[in-house]
């Protein structure tokens, strides 16, 4: 964002308590631009989709503001706040058909019959469902019946579009597919959305920006890439994609860019990248390395950090091997060995040695 009137969404201080004791949202504090698609990923009960709900105005925070396009939302009932909402279970009224059920927002707003149907045919069309506006819910499967619920959160053309889990009651082929579908039309529009799941994958796939939350707390903020490479703290590398952790204690700083680590139990030293400890030597921390970011049998010497490892089991999913490993006291470390590399033949009980390199292993908290 290169100034404020990029901003569209604010949250300032905001926190949330549902019995006056226990905070389920604590200092929330983001600004989300015009034209974003911003995902909140958490696990169950982390304060995403509160955090959405008070934004659609179903709940009400107990301190802090929320501001939408500069103005408060203090005292704007949910249908004044000019935003479009999908959810899980798609909230369709059965007894109307689907062109019934898109046009549904615009009657309340009193649009004329001819905009009406005009808005309600492009909509359709947008989502691929063009030729259905006769059909009720319940002729149509799963995904078509998403697909109505998020041309009707569309077709009156809303400030904001949010989203509640909305895929997490399809398949998996059908979500990918819809994932896809609903990044085009975001970008194809160029609408704000802010959206809500607990899936990853997804984030990673959709968004311009994720919202990592525990706690009631945003762990981190960041593009796709940032969060996936380069976590800030132990739980965002655990949450985002498969991660191998060693621990131990920062035995040496090497500078900005390098730490000495001795893991426990006697099992060697590893040159780390230090992110997020404590800060001076006798640190405890978590080393994270993703499995993709391993080599199997490098070169002596090519690598600051090369230790041997035993292959433990060994998995084919058609593009890689996911090996796991023994490898310094751990004996869940995974390896992505890639289906066409000279290493895609290893062997369960074989003893091979695996190495990486120092920016790929992030010394985080303990």
């Known amino acids: 964002m290169t100034d404020r009137g990029d901003v569209l969404v604010e949250f300032n201080e905001v926190q949330k308590s549902y019995d006056g004791e226990t905070l389920v949202v604590k200092d929330l ?18 304060g995403k989709t509160t955090s959405l709900m008070m934004l659609a105005g179903f709940e009400a925070p107990t301190h802090g503001e929320i501001r939408l396009a ?6 704007t009932p949910p249908h004044k706040r000019d935003i479009g909402m999908v959810f899980q279970n798609y909230a369709l009224f059965p007894h109307m058909t689907v062109a019934e059920n898109v046009a549904f927002p615009l009657q309340v707003r009193k649009t004329s019959k001819a905009e009406t149907e ?23 499967s799963g995904g078509q019946q ?3 619920a998020l041309a009707r959160a569309l077709v009156f053309e809303p400030t904001l579009v949010l989203m509640d889990e909305p895929l997490g009651a399809l398949d998996k082929q059908l979500r990918e597919q819809m994932q896809f579908e609903i990044k085009h039309i975001h970008e194809n529009l160029g609408i704000t959305v802010v959206y809500v799941t607990h899936d990853q994958s997804e984030a990673l796939t959709m968004s311009n920006r994720i919202a990592v939350f525990n706690d009631g707390i945003i762990q981190q903020l960041d593009t796709p890439p940032d969060l996936y490479e380069r976590p800030m703290n132990a739980f965002v590398a655990q949450f985002i994609g498969e991660n191998n952790t060693l621990r131990g204690t920062v035995s040496k700083l090497n500078g900005a860019n390098a730490c000495t680590v001795t893991l426990d139990g006697s099992q060697g030293e590893v040159q780390a990248l230090p992110v997020n400890i404590a800060g001076s030597q006798g640190s405890r921390t978590t080393l994270s390395l ?9 070169e002596p010497g090519s690598l600051p950090n090369i230790f041997s490892g035993r292959v433990e089991e060994l998995i084919y999913l058609g593009d890689h091997i996911r090996t796991r490993m023994s490898v310094c006291g751990n004996d869940d470390f995974v390896v992505k060995v890639p289906n066409a590399s000279k290493h895609a033949h290893l062997k369960e009980g074989e003893e091979v040695r695996v190495g990486w390199d120092i920016e790929d292993c992030r010394a985080l908290d303990a």
């Open 70 to 75: 500069g103005r408060t939302l203090a005292n």
């Open 29 to 46: 504090n983001i600004a989300i631009a015009r034209g974003e698609f911003l995902t909140m990923l958490g696990p169950s009960g982390s």
């Open 146 to 148: 998403q697909r109505v």
């Open 118 to 140: 005009e808005r309600v045919e492009r909509a359709l069309n947008m989502v691929q469902l063009g030729g259905y506006g006769a059909r009720k819910p319940a002729q149509l």
């Open 290 to 298: 993703r499995p993709e970011r391993v080599t199997v049998e490098p």
